[in-house]
């Protein structure tokens, strides 16, 4: 009989080897997928993984990864921060959408002056701001009322998702946009545009800002003493207080650092890939980073690749969809697919498969 | 007549051998002891006959049929029972519900109380089959977890460490408990590393030592000594204690008060004392009866008026953990795995986690792991922790083990004032005489050191003064030399339920 047993210690080997051999997985079950569709399966999975990257188009393609990849990863490694400690941030996306209204609210407030040395940095504070803010709602009550902050976070999600479509149609429409909802499109006024820093690269300003945080966070996680005190009250929460942590300063700490990077990230966008605010602009890039999150085990570097790896299967998706008349779902589905090897695979870094006899009670 | 016969049982975990060629006999109402230290494999043994582990070799027969239970159901089948050291009850529930959900098939309720009654009076077990686990003491706890076991009418019951948590009172009743039912012809293999209560209740011990049978005795006719050195297989010292004088207050209590934490906690009621430099003051009592709470009030993690607590003449009641270690308080809780130490963490991290205040392992918010892996080290060489390294993590040490890097993480942090709680629980007995010896050694340097511990032994032995803690009250602090047993019993409030169970009577 196959059973598992705990591992006195997390293996290295397959911390690092169990996302390949999730991969892998994916990648099997994927075939047989496309197979069972009719379609050939080593196209389509060459079409995914392969062509966006490699592939005689990829010119057009790797841009683009790296665009949606930019706010899942920034994102993503904010909401790390909360989820080590066991403070649950679900609401990122309504972070993401005030931190885009907050940003784009400066720029058109400036508009049309030109003096993108200020107005891009005020905007870039708006955008931290806004989300900081937006993240308080619930840190706040959270740490006076001890409200649910997973119900509290989401439900603001909702409310932010009414104040953009408010907004794209109320204060913020283009005055000469002939009635039609959505603001001025911010790629057009050079004073507040991301556009790319080096044409077709998919490097803007958030792209560079995601790789910032990335770093930043690694460094915080390991050498600072707060990336220390985040991880033991994850862990053990009863520790934690022997340790003296102060857990509302801390919920107050992760929630703010998630707010502020969604935030970020959501002005980033709408300044660039984006344009303008719209009430079709939340994308669902704040949940989604969730799982990018997850996939990269909240762990800075981890999160990096996970949230490329999502933008590769979103991008190569496309193209199947496009190309091999593939339906949707089944592109869904297998990203369904990929997440759920990862977190099948998971379980090989703290536990073992044994054969015999079981001796747990 | 034999009942259980043991014959060369085996049984080898990676790089480890639990049991080594172990064979004995029970005898049917027999009491028998398994002695032997922290993992000497006494808990894999009786998990072999209780059916949690199957050995690899060797066999058993229970009255003469072969026996190898592959699970718990078996075993209990056949008749095994099992009380454990942990208690599985749920607070939330009666005792008559906690009981019907451990049996197969569970009588109908009304049935089943009268059952419990029954059981209760017939051995002298005082237990209301109505009342809510939560509100029970340890000792009642265990009573839950007995009866249940008698229910099933076992031809042999196993005992892990059942008095740990009892005051000695409560052990005399579950003593007279034990005699009736091997006077009744059930068999009672008894687990444990207490001398003193094997004397009293054992026919027969079996010495494990390094999971090899390395004697088989009447406990009736050897010392305390000659037992203890059989376990430990060397020649054990007492600790001793260079005499110091009694110096200035350093730590003074007045009127601490404070609420449950939660449903199930105690409330601190008016406690007060005053801890000397240079003495070792020991509170007993039993388990549940405030130990939690008053180490929470004195580490920091629960917040009090400020001047309930005064260290060196100011008051500290209201400040965090960090605060008072800065000031020189440092503590050790009870439970090592999630609350000393967090398990899925480094001994290097551990070690950082409480002593980065007094060791200053913080420079401008960056954490100095050099230095804290060097203090780690330390500590490991220090106190003799058996550790491949100081990275690894702290749930793959044995609990005496992480004991032993907990206890000595504090007191290398050279504290003014040092408060534990349980010091030595489940630790083996050569590791328990290193952390007494260490406490003492402390104290004799001029701090002030406080033991909690329901190990009355472990009191008499090491304290200079001794008070109970009962319900969250403290009593009068009285010096320890001349205290005994009964004495420091009478104190503790004496057993709940003192009046033996009319049917005994």
Redesign the interface.
Known sequence: MLRLEKR???SRGWTYGAPVLAVFLTIVLGMGLFALLGKDPLVAIRTIFWDPIFGPFAHFYRPEIIKKAAPLVLIAVGLSFGFRAGIWNIGAEGQYIIGAICGAAVALAFYPMDARWLIFPLMIAAGVLGGFLWAMIPALLRVRFNTNEILVSLMLVYVADVLIKAFSIGVLRNPEGFGMPGSRNLRQYPSAANLDLIPNSGLHWGSLVALFAVIFAYILFT????G?QV??AG??P???????I?ANRLVILCLGISGALAGVAGMFQVAGPSGQILGSFPSFYGFTAIIVAFLGRLHPVGILCAGLIMALTYIGGQAAEAQLNLPAAAILTFQGMLLFCLLAVDVLTNYRFRLG?G??? | MTLLELQGLTKAYPGVIANSDVSFDIHKGQIHAVLGENGAGKSTLV?AIYG???PDQGKMLLEGVPFAP?D?RAARAAGVAMVFQHFSLFDAMSVAENIALGMENPPKPHALEAQIRKASEDYGLPLSPDRIVGDLSAGERQRVEIIRCLLQNPKLLIMDEPTSVLTPQEVDILFGTLRLLAANGTSILYISHKLEEIRNLCQHATVLRQGKVVGTFDPREMSNREMAEMMVGKDLNAPNRVPSPRGAPLLRVAGLSAPAPHQFGTALKHISFTLHAGEVLGIGGVAGNGQDELVAAL???MRTDADMIALEGRGIGAD????R?ALGLC?A?E?RN????????SLV?NA???A??RLSL?ER???D?PASRAFAQAVIARFDVRTPSPE??A??LSGGNLQKFVIGREISQNPRVLIVNQPTWGVDASAAAAIRQALLDLASAGSAVLVISQDLEEVLEITDRFAALNEGKLSEAVPTAGLTMEKIGLMLGGAHDLEVAHAQA
């Open positions: 006195p210690q997390p050498r600072h003493h707060f220390f991880r033991l862990q053990s009863r520790a934690a207080r022997f340790a003296g102060n006899q001796e747990a009670r | 998990k949690l582990v199957r592959s718990p580490s920091g993690e965090g953990p960090n605060t270690r503590a809780p439970e999630g609350h000393a130490a967090a398990p899925d963490m991290e950082f986690m409480t980065h205040t913080v918010g960056f954490v792991w690894t993590a749930r793959a």
